[in-house]
């Protein structure tokens, strides 16, 4: 099928979350990587110019109808290109909207496929109707940790687990240390949000460390601002981090970590720093079990210990291949190659 788009990314893109938005990044350039030029590729955004502009790919207004039928009909297929998308932890609102956007392909004659996904948690039946009846669309399945593929299993769908695509970033390593804490926090939880506060102000004091506020989204900084003008928590700067430069800078002079938020925590762990984890869901529970990182409220080791740069170098490989893969069962063998369309 001949159409102006190869691969158009579904995702919660365009939000001015980091998270969501280095999962986007990822997406594109592994997509490069494998032949897949960036004039091939298209977004769904609630940010069109904003994306457009970072990403350099073609964006669609991912609220609009006309706008998602519009980008439907000009690509080959659809990519669920990293997160929880399938979780009724608040509302249903994203497992509906997440199964309409496929089911909708399916009428545009869209091939549909997932890569670094985490499927739950889903409380209500209508969740795990959603998730199901979307998973049982796809033509390639990969999830991002073992209770997710574990689910698909229970659901006798076939899907292979990789690690989170944001584990195929780069992140510098050679940055000068120094005296900072870094902490990061996520709104909507506040038992764990005191507790990583508490334990970011007890290793300070313990080892006479400023404490620098990392917020991954506007809504985070809120977190920030209620605790600070509380009086509860001093801090030597508050940033909000918008893209991986940016949080590459404020590395300098840091010389440890404690987040809430999962992609906080994986660039924190790529880029060499000690980090302890305040898990609020079961996917940032999972990445800190698989890679020993400690996590505030628990026994054991303080911080978590350098990661050798071979076994990140062999988890990117291991994004990188699943990828590959996906992309090749949906477009065929051309493509999974560095090579120009």
Request: glycine letters at 8%; hydrophobic letters at 40%; one cysteine or more.
């Amino acid at each position: 099928m001949n159409r102006k788009y190869d691969v158009l990314l579904a995702g919660y893109y365009g939000f001015g979350n980091l998270g969501d938005e280095l999962l986007a990044d990822a997406c594109v350039r592994l997509l490069e990587s494998n032949g897949v030029p960036r004039e091939r590729i298209a977004v769904l955004s609630a940010d069109t110019e904003g994306t457009e502009k970072s990403l350099g790919v073609s964006a669609f207004d991912r609220w609009k109808l006309s706008e998602i039928h519009k980008a439907l009909k000009v690509s080959n297929t659809m990519l669920l290109g990293g997160g929880g998308l399938f979780q009724d932890q608040t509302s249903l609102r994203s497992c509906m909207y997440y199964w309409s956007l496929v089911q909708l392909a399916r009428l545009c004659s869209v091939k549909t496929w997932a890569v670094g996904q985490s499927l739950g948690p889903l409380n209500t039946p209508l969740g795990s109707y959603f998730a199901k009846k979307s998973f049982s669309r796809f033509l390639y399945r990969n999830v991002r940790n073992r209770s997710s593929l574990g689910m698909l299993n229970n659901w006798g769908f076939f899907g292979t687990q990789s690690p989170d695509l944001v584990m195929s970033l780069k992140v510098k390593r050679d940055f000068e240390r120094g005296d900072r804490l870094l902490l990061n926090l996520r709104t909507g939880y506040d038992k764990v949000s005191r507790l990583a506060v508490s334990s970011a102000i007890k290793t300070a004091d313990e080892r006479n460390l400023r404490i620098s506020a990392v917020a991954f989204s506007d809504d985070d900084l809120k977190e920030f601002e209620k605790y600070a003008f509380k009086g509860t928590l001093k801090l030597d700067q508050i940033t909000v981090v918008k893209n991986l430069s940016q949080f590459e800078d404020i590395l300098n002079r840091s010389c440890c970590a404690i987040g809430m938020r999962l992609h906080f925590i994986i660039l924190a762990f790529i880029a060499g720093l000690p980090v302890r984890g305040a898990p609020y869901d079961p996917k940032v529970v999972s990445f800190c079990k698989e890679w020993d990182i400690p996590v505030v409220g628990s026994a054991g080791a303080e911080f978590s210990l350098l990661p050798e740069t071979g076994i990140l170098e062999e988890t990117a490989d291991k994004v990188a291949g699943s990828f590959k893969e996906g992309l090749i069962a949906l477009l065929g063998e051309t493509y999974g190659d560095n090579q120009d369309k």
